[in-house]
């Protein structure tokens, strides 16, 4: 805290009465100096209380001097703190980009597992449908069976009718009173006997019924089965395919079987030749299960050329990528841009390794080609075209600083850069000449720019 300034009684300026109580000479220090103005006068000497002041005021000049100096410093602080948050922006938002890309993959496995499901709940449906009518089936053949077993048993005798009510009174009607009923005759019995010959033949008849009501209900539902599937447009097409096309599905199940391959590129020529021919049938499934089709070594040539064409595809695609087209794209687009066909990359890789550990022996076990798979082919290609990215991000980064005259962005960029070379050299396991060239030249670049 600045304090006040006073004045004596001689002009002087004392900054506090503290400093005022300080420069009091005590009287036993002030008698020398009585004594000594007796001898010869010295050469004059400063004051003891000019000196406190001139040592006050140098105190006072030494504090405005750091208080001037504590903002500068404090501003050197606040631009190396923004450089900082900057730099962790910058790495925010670059996680931020690559869950994004994470969230369209996944929203791409969820369209397709929907369709799936949707499938399977169709095929369930139908499934439930085909059951009930079964179930239905089968309750009506066991109420017609329990019925005929039913009427085939004897039937247990009736009780006896009651007696008849006695007839109305004579008083009361006026009439004369009925004759009573005759009495039985005894001399006449008549006996029942069951005649079980009756009762087989009537289950005989009723069982060879029910067959006929059986069988007449299954021709009746053969046949309707039948008549749909005489009017389906889709039936018949495959009908008429494997009616009319079996030399050309027999040639094609002669060349799976037989043709041999030197490179995975015959491999991608010959299923897209082989996929050309199927092309022509109306249904594919449909026609080829009534042949001997051999599927496995058909889809493991499909898998093989796909797996193949998609990582070509990548390859060449990172391989032709450049920013010295002179296209006005910002920086910022640019390095995103090469961020994401690095991750394409590395999930490629990925892929690679998983299909090489999965599918490679079934590859041999056909007679397709592998040397694709190994680390001096497909992959030696993909790490070739990462470390290209490393170069062409360094120069776009490079020509940015360049551009940047102010240089207030330069840390943050060569931050940037080197987090992508690092990661491009543990995927790649290293660099090469011109890589570690642009390597140094940027790294002069940010001294000279930072200096």
């Known amino acids: 805290m600045k304090q006040p300034v006073l004045s004596n009684s001689h002009g002087g300026r004392i900054s506090s009465p503290s ?3 300080r420069t009091r000479v005590p009287r036993a220090a002030a008698a020398p100096i009585k004594e000594a103005s007796s001898s010869p006068a010295p050469a004059p000497a400063t004051p003891p209380r000019a000196r406190r002041l001139v040592r006050v005021s ?5 504090v405005v001097t750091a208080a001037a100096a504590k903002p500068k410093r404090h501003k050197d602080d606040t631009e190396e703190e923004m450089r900082k948050l900057r730099g962790e922006v910058e790495a925010l938002r670059k996680e931020v980009e690559r869950l994004q890309l994470v969230n369209t993959e996944l929203e791409c496995d969820k369209s397709g597992l ?9 095929t369930i449906t139908r499934l439930q449908e085909q059951h009930d009518i079964h179930k239905a089936q089968t309750a009506a053949a066991q109420r017609s069976n329990q019925k005929d077993d039913a009427m085939s048993r004897p039937q247990p005798p009736k009780p006896p009718s009651p007696p008849p009510p006695p007839p109305p009174s004579s008083k009361i009607l006026g009439r004369a009173p009925a004759l009573p009923p ?14 079980t010959a009756l009762v087989e033949m009537y289950n005989s008849l009723n069982k060879r019924d029910t067959k006929k009501a059986v069988a007449v209900s299954a021709a009746h539902h053969n046949s309707i089965v039948g008549e749909l599937q005489n009017r389906s447009t889709h039936l018949l097409a495959i009908k008429t395919d494997v009616e009319t096309k079996g030399e050309l599905v027999n040639g094609l199940i002669n060349k799976v079987h037989t043709n041999t391959y030197t490179d995975v590129e015959q491999v991608l020529t010959f299923v897209d030749w082989l996929d050309q021919q199927l092309s022509t049938l109306s249904d594919e499934t449909g026609v080829l299960k009534h042949f001997s089709w051999p599927e496995k070594k ?14 070509k595809c990548v390859v060449t695609e990172v391989s032709s990528f450049s920013v010295d087209d002179g296209s006005p794209t910002s920086c910022e687009a640019t390095l995103r841009k090469i961020s994401s066909l690095l991750d394409k990359l590395e999930k490629s890789m990925k892929r690679l390794l998983s299909l090489r550990s999965s599918a490679m022996p079934c590859y041999k076990q056909f007679g397709i080609p592998t040397e694709w798979m190994l680390d001096s082919g497909i992959a030696s290609k993909i790490k070739v075209a990462s470390v290209a990215l490393a170069k062409v991000h360094m120069k776009r980064v490079l020509k940015e600083i360049v551009a940047d005259t102010g240089g207030g962005n330069t840390a943050a960029l060569v931050a940037q850069s080197v987090r992508f070379t690092y990661r491009v050299h543990q995927f790649a396991g290293g660099l090469d000449s ?6 140094e030249e940027l790294t002069q670049r940010s001294r000279l720019t930072t200096a």
């Open 182 to 195: 005759p009495p039985p005759q005894h001399g006449k019995i008549s006996t029942v006997n069951k005649a």
């Open 19 to 21: 400093v005022a109580a």
């Open 298 to 311: 058909a889809d493991a040539l499909r898998e093989a050329a796909f797996e193949y064409r998609d990582l």
């Open 58 to 62: 140098t105190k006072e000049e030494r």
């Open 114 to 122: 929907t369709h799936q499901l949707a499938l399977a709940r169709c």
């Open 434 to 439: 011109e890589a570690m060239r642009a390597f």
